[in-house]
């Protein structure tokens, strides 16, 4: 149907009357684009009617014929959804937009763990965790002012204290929970690269990244752990009873847990590593 009126613009001249989005900027509303071409997660500040004159795809000669209709008032009054949203790749979009700033303080930094895995999935994620390995030389300041020259607003207000559960892990520098975004976005930041942690991940099933110039890749862990419906405890970091391995569990109820590498090989050698055991 689309092509088809793209194909009526550009033989046919006539007048067309359409709804386009606008935005303020100081006081006044700019045209952003047709009501028909709104993204997922797009937003705006109101709808005004619009009538040109379409000459081969061109619009000639605009000119409102409609009042100012604010945002939601006009999705109540013509009685139309809100274009669904596509919550995974609206997420991967926000990673790719994070990690490409990112990508001026540290080009390896990666999003990893529970969102990738969720992805892979094809589940909404609850966060976005993008792992960034510190400039040693950085004090914790000069990070902050970093990230805030990049565009971040930063919540915590104890500079990057982190939470009981990342003090486990003795690679994980500094956290931050950046505020103001369309979905939960934590900036952890590494005395060690991305990759170097990634390998530290205490379960095989969290052991997964994503970038924007690959997507979701996975580890021989994470496939494994897909492949075998298992969680294997790979690291000795967290104990059985730790918040994240209980969260983790719970999560995914169908998937048998092991404590160990080792009592994981005991119950079940038909599958270790790409191996196969009789």
């Not at 793209?6 to 006044?28: H, T, Y």
């Not at 095989?204 to 924007?212: L, V």
């Not at 000795?236 to 048998?256: M, S, T």
Request: net charge neutral.
């Amino acid at each position: 149907m689309k092509m088809l009126k793209k194909i009526l613009d550009l033989a046919i001249p006539r007048f067309l009357d359409e709804d386009v989005a606008l935005v303020e900027i100081n006081g006044n509303y700019e045209i952003v684009c047709p009501i028909s071409d709104l993204r997922p997660l797009e937003k705006f500040d109101a709808v005004v009617t619009m009538r040109v004159f379409n000459l081969f795809g061109w619009a000639l000669f605009p000119k409102q014929i409609s009042e100012v209709i604010l945002w939601e008032d006009y999705f109540k009054i013509k009685n139309i959804a809100i274009k669904p949203v596509d919550v995974v790749e609206s997420q991967k979009q926000l990673a790719d937009e994070i990690l490409l700033k990112i990508n001026m303080y540290d080009p390896y930094a990666i999003v990893a763990g529970g969102a990738p895995r969720d992805w892979w999935m094809g589940r909404q994620a609850a966060d976005i965790d993008v792992f960034i390995n510190v400039n040693l030389t950085h004090s914790m300041y000069v990070v902050e002012s970093v990230l805030k020259k990049m565009g971040f607003e930063l919540e915590n207000a104890k500079h990057g204290e982190i939470a009981e559960d990342y003090k486990l892990n003795p690679y994980i520098k500094w956290v931050y929970n950046v505020k103001g975004l369309s979905h939960p976005v934590q900036l952890i930041f590494l005395n060690c690269s991305t990759f170097r942690v990634l390998q530290e991940f205490p379960l095989n099933i969290s052991r997964i990244w994503y970038r924007y110039d690959c997507g979701v890749c996975t580890t021989p862990e994470f496939v494994q752990a897909m492949d075998t419906k298992s969680i294997i405890k790979l690291s000795e970091l967290y104990a059985d009873g730790n918040k994240y391995i209980r969260k983790i569990r719970e999560k995914f109820p169908e998937f048998q847990y092991y404590n160990s590498l080792h009592t994981y090989t005991f119950h079940r050698k038909e599958y270790i590593f790409g191996e196969n055991f009789k």
